[in-house]
C-alpha cells in the first residue's frame, strides 16, 4: 500500500483507516506492507499489527517533514502556502521509495490512496506487470 495517510504512532491523532484496512487483509491471511511519508519522531520501520510500515524521508531534518500530517497536505498548504516547496521533494521521495520497496518485496498488487500524491506515485513506480488499485476516499 502507498498512502499519505497513516497514524505515525500509537494514540496519533492521524486517522486509521489506511492501517485498519492492512490489518483486516493480514487477519485474511495477506502480507501487508504500507509506505507513507516520514515524520519527526516517527520510525522509519517498523511492524504494526502485523503491517509493515516503511515511511520515507523526503525534507531534512526531519523536524522539516511537515507536509502531511496535521490534518492533511491541501489543508498544510492552504494554512501556509511556503509548504507547497515541499511537493517535489516528497514526490521524488515517494516514487524513489516506492521503486525501491516494489523491487524488494516484488508485491502481487499495490493499492494506493488517494488519487494525488500516491496514485500518481503509484502509477509511476509500478513495474507494469503488476496490478495497481487507486482508493479516493472520501
Request: charged share 15%; hydrophobic share 50%.
Amino acid at each position: 500500500m502507498l498512502t499519505s495517510t497513516l497514524p505515525r504512532w500509537l494514540e496519533d491523532s492521524t486517522p486509521r483507516f489506511v492501517l485498519d484496512l492492512a490489518v483486516h487483509l493480514v487477519r485474511l491471511g495477506w502480507r501487508v506492507d504500507v509506505l507513507a511519508p516520514g515524520h519527526r519522531g516517527a520510525r522509519a520501520s517498523e511492524t504494526v499489527e502485523g503491517v509493515g510500515i516503511h515511511r520515507f524521508t523526503y525534507a531534512l531534518p526531519a523536524g522539516a517533514q511537515t507536509l502531511c500530517y496535521g490534518g492533511g497536505i491541501m489543508p498544510n498548504i492552504r494554512a501556509n502556502p511556503i509548504k507547497m516547496a515541499l511537493v517535489p521533494s516528497f514526490m521524488g521521495a515517494a516514487l524513489s521509495a516506492s521503486r525501491r520497496l516494489a523491487a524488494l518485496l516484488k508485491p502481487d498488487i499495490i493499492h494506493s490512496h488517494w488519487i494525488v500524491p500516491m496514485g500518481l506515485v503509484g502509477a509511476a513506480a509500478v513495474p507494469r506487470s503488476t496490478p495497481l488499485v487507486v482508493t479516493v476516499h472520501g
